[in-house]
């Protein structure tokens, strides 16, 4: 079993809620029913788990009882499936695949209202599947969003425990330097972690085989499966420009200037044509937006330019596999050069970062005479990121840093712990401890 995060969320949730149903949202495949099922497992004596898209006839229930009282859809469940029982305050009801079922999704506030089972509900999709809706249950539910495994989960499933990265964090908090061998084994299960992604099923591929051919496999099987939803869940008109649109973010990444571009997607394409798309894929699950900023101060939201960002995959190993198979290759080995080298390890700092659920936000001059990949804030101050995919010079850097007087800045980098003035170095895989 890959251990995971997310059910310290889980319990976290159990033990504060008021009231309130739990909705976990988040891309296809990344562990959110199987997570849910163990923690359900270890937490409760009765559990009623109901897929809608399994099994029609509880989509039904929900549709055609007389009303969504908590007495009424329950009733109807009884009737569809003489098994299903209820303990009260010993039960979990566990709504997978809610985005099929908008009458349960609108259930959710009577359910709460009651407070007789604790409810976990999940899906994917759930940003399109909003507008079926005739009413959100505001207030009785609790929304977060679950992704594929981060890096430390990735070290976990390799075998490192808490001790082991608890000595590696004492590096990071003293900024001092790390011993080398330590070092360079750490970049290169960075490397692996780039190549493998954070896929529960492809980590444990992965971990069972030490087979990058299988783990290609695995990978490409989840593309096509993206691939297939957008068929599935967009308009007519809207199929072809996302598919497009998810297709052409290795390209994007690959160029010398990240910004999302409409012409890589299309020859003369616009904004008006393709925004949709793109909006479409980020409540997917798919791909995550990070805005350019006008100003690198606090705050950052008063400063967004909607208008110009990039766009990166939501699983580090996906977008590697989207190359090609060489691409692991020339990652695990560390032979990759070029831009698009710089663009995966962009996409590597972003993953980590949107699975700390921090906003990505980046910092780009009108002229381009400077670039800041992320910013993050820190007591009301803005705290700048450089990205090197090597270790090279960093002249926007220190620009920003001489002109904005930030109290601190970070670049990570492929080599060690380094400190000079405000700048602190980090080896990149020390971006998992921010």
């Known amino acids: 079993m890959l251990k995971r995060k997310f059910m ?3 319990l976290e949730w159990k033990h504060t809620k008021s009231r309130e149903c739990l909705l976990i949202k988040g891309a296809r ?9 163990e923690f359900a497992k270890a937490s409760y004596s009765n559990v009623i788990e109901i897929n809608f898209l399994r099994d029609t006839r509880f989509k039904k229930a929900f549709e055609q009882a007389p009303d969504l009282s908590f007495n009424a859809v329950f009733s109807q469940l009884t009737l569809i499936e003489p098994s299903i029982h209820f303990m009260p305050n010993q039960t979990l009801l566990f709504l997978d695949e809610i985005q099929e079922c908008g009458a349960a999704r609108t259930a959710l506030k009577f359910i709460a209202e009651e407070d007789r089972v604790d409810c976990i509900a999940s899906g994917s999709m ?3 599947a909003y507008k079926k809706i005739s009413s959100i249950p505001v207030g009785y539910e609790r929304q977060i969003e679950m992704f594929s495994l981060d890096f430390e989960e990735f070290l976990w499933a390799k075998g490192y425990d808490k001790a082991q990265l608890s000595i590696l964090h004492g590096f990071f908090d003293r900024k001092e330097k790390v011993p080398t061998a330590v070092n360079e084994t750490m970049l290169g299960c960075l490397r692996e972690y780039m190549a493998v ?13 030490n087979n990058y051919a299988l783990v290609f496999a695995e990978q490409t099987k989840i593309i096509s499966s993206y691939l297939d939803d957008i068929a599935k869940y967009t308009s007519e008109s809207e199929k072809p420009k996302a598919r497009n649109c ?12 990240k910004k999302f571009q409409y012409s890589v997607v299309e020859k003369g394409g616009t904004s008006r044509k393709f925004d949709n798309s793109l909006d479409w894929l980020n409540d997917a699950g798919l791909i995550k937006f990070c805005k350019n900023v006008s100003l690198p101060v606090f705050p950052l939201k008063a400063y967004i330019k909607d208008d110009q960002f990039k766009v990166y ?3 580090i190993g996906l977008l590697t596999a989207m190359y090609d198979f060489d691409m692991k290759s020339a990652i695990v080995n560390n032979t990759l050069t070029g831009p698009a080298k710089g663009g995966i390890y962009e996409n590597l700092i972003a993953d980590i970062l949107f699975k700390k659920n921090c906003p990505l936000n980046y910092y780009k001059t009108d002229n381009n005479t400077q670039e800041i990949e992320f910013l993050l804030t820190e007591n009301a101050a803005v705290i700048p990121i450089e990205v ?3 270790n090279g010079a960093t002249l926007s850097l220190n620009e920003i840093t001489a002109k904005f007087n930030p109290p601190y800045t970070l670049k990570f980098i492929t080599g060690n712990v380094g ?6 170095t980090y080896p990149l895989y020390m971006a998992m401890f921010l």
């Open 8 to 10: 310290d969320t889980l």
């Open 29 to 37: 495949q990344i562990g959110k029913t199987y997570i849910i099922r």
């Open 126 to 128: 759930l940003g399109i």
């Open 197 to 209: 992604g954070g896929m529960p099923y492809v980590v444990q591929t992965y971990i069972d085989t």
């Open 246 to 257: 998810y297709l052409s973010i290795p390209r994007q990444l690959a160029k010398e200037t």
């Open 313 to 315: 995959l939501s699983d």
């Open 388 to 390: 090197k995919s090597g």
């Open 419 to 424: 400190v000079s003035d405000k700048k602190i």
